[in-house]
């Protein structure tokens, strides 16, 4: 998604006044799932460590943060439906891909529906069959579930954006319409997703808490883009400026911040 889009990005970036406001709407199924959510299991937000902090050691993130996850402190089992969304799944069996986060994350190996999305041409496919049920079952998910992971598993090469755009290649769906209109969802199903869009993710979750849609998303783990001062230091990052360029640390952390006020339980990633 470049050339007009990265226009509108810049505009994004430079209007962006921080917290949105959380639009609250009624909802056919209205009871939320899980119900005992509690936000004193949360990790605090870490501002030095968004995007990138330590994945060695032991501050790494994968030390300090997956213990955090709702799934270990929420019973999803009576919820309508357990639905996670994979956004940038890039490679499925990458050290930060589909397959990893199964790892990572076991409560999701119970889950019902599995949406990937990848931009790139080629990135992600799933293995053959039998190797795709041979590195789920090492995962720890049932040889039955295994069996027929693919019949639940649904791969969209598309942008995710905060509105549905079919002119760009490929199109772009707006993540409330998917989330509301394509699959359905209301807050008694459990949804989590992963989110890593290259710096749409503050539009994104803007129009989000602004049409009230966040109410169906029980967790994200988020990846956050923004002009990240060591990396400017280090890596000449925004030497040529890109629209996430504009935003800053206290961006980043204000919208997890609004996230988690608006109910969400939000977490950075990596």
């Known amino acids: ?3 007009d889009a990265e226009k509108e990005q810049m505009e994004v970036a430079r209007r962006w006044k921080g917290a949105t406001p959380a639009h609250r709407r009624r909802w056919r199924n209205p009871k939320a799932c899980p119900r005992e959510t509690n936000f004193s299991t949360l990790e605090q937000l870490w501002p030095a460590g968004h995007f990138r902090g330590p994945l060695n050691g032991p501050r790494s993130y994968f030390r300090r943060v997956p ?6 402190h929420a019973n999803f089992s009576n919820c309508r439906r357990k639905v996670y969304i994979d956004i940038g799944a890039k490679h499925f069996d990458s050290k930060e891909g589909f397959l990893s986060m199964l790892k990572l994350y076991t409560p999701l190996l119970d889950f019902d529906e599995y949406y990937a999305f ?10 053959p069959h039998d190797e795709l ?5 090492k995962q720890g998910m049932h040889p039955t579930r295994a069996a027929t992971f693919s019949r639940r598993h649904f791969f969209l090469q598309a942008f995710i954006g905060s ?5 760009t ?7 409330s319409d998917f989330l509301e209109t394509t699959l359905g969802l209301q807050p008694a199903d459990a949804v989590v997703v992963k989110m890593d869009v290259e710096g749409y993710e503050f539009d994104i979750v803007q129009t989000l808490l602004a049409d009230g849609t966040h109410a169906l998303i029980d967790e994200i783990m988020l990846e956050v883009h923004y002009g990240h001062p060591y990396m400017r230091q280090t890596y000449n990052w925004c030497r040529t400026p890109q629209f996430w360029c504009f935003y800053t640390l206290e961006n980043a952390t204000s919208m997890y911040q609004s996230l988690r006020d608006a109910g969400v339980y939000a977490h950075h990633w990596p």
Do not use: D, Q
């Open 169 to 175: 290649t490929p199109s772009t769906i707006g993540f």
């Open 133 to 137: 049920v041979r590195l789920l079952i």
């Open 118 to 127: 990848e931009a790139v041409a080629g990135f992600y496919k799933l293995p």
């Open 163 to 167: 509105r549905s755009k079919p002119e």
């Open 67 to 72: 213990p955090h996850f709702l799934g270990y």
């Open 1 to 3: 998604m470049c050339g």
